[in-house]
């Protein structure tokens, strides 16, 4: 049964760091589309990293980008989201989800989700 669980969230003030984990079971990282949503509260989720193993495509939102780096551990089978720089317009529950579309520009229809993990960035 494929599963996307992730770990990571919490409180950090302006500025600060996290590292969101996601563990993936059910299937190899190596032939799927991965990455990581965002939800904050009252606005839309929206795509903010993700990466293609088959042609190694990556995403970035451009609110992200030079701040947050997605990465992968094929031998855990794990994802990372490493977050530095983190602004109060970070805060957001945090999704990692597989098997979709990734280009330059975009990361979309994802077929599995996790639960998400509550990030919360505040001083």
């Known amino acids: 049964q494929l599963q996307l669980v992730e770990s990571g969230g919490g409180l950090v003030q302006p500025g600060g760091s996290l590292r969101l984990s996601c563990a993936v079971s059910?299937?190899?990282?190596?032939?799927?589309?991965i990455g990581w949503f965002r939800q904050a509260p009252g606005k839309e989720r929206e795509g903010v990293s993700c990466?293609?193993?088959?042609?190694?495509?990556?995403y970035y939102a451009d609110s992200v980008k030079g701040r947050f780096t997605i990465s992968k551990d094929y031998a855990t089978n794990t994802v990372y989201l490493q977050m530095n720089s983190l602004k109060p317009e970070d805060t957001a529950v945090y999704y990692c989800a597989a098997d979709g579309v990734v280009s330059t520009s975009a990361c979309y229809g994802m077929g599995h989700w996790g639960k998400g993990t509550l990030v919360t960035v505040s001083s």
């Open positions: 990466f293609d193993n088959i042609d190694g495509s990556i």
């Open positions: 059910g299937f190899k990282l190596d032939y799927y589309v």
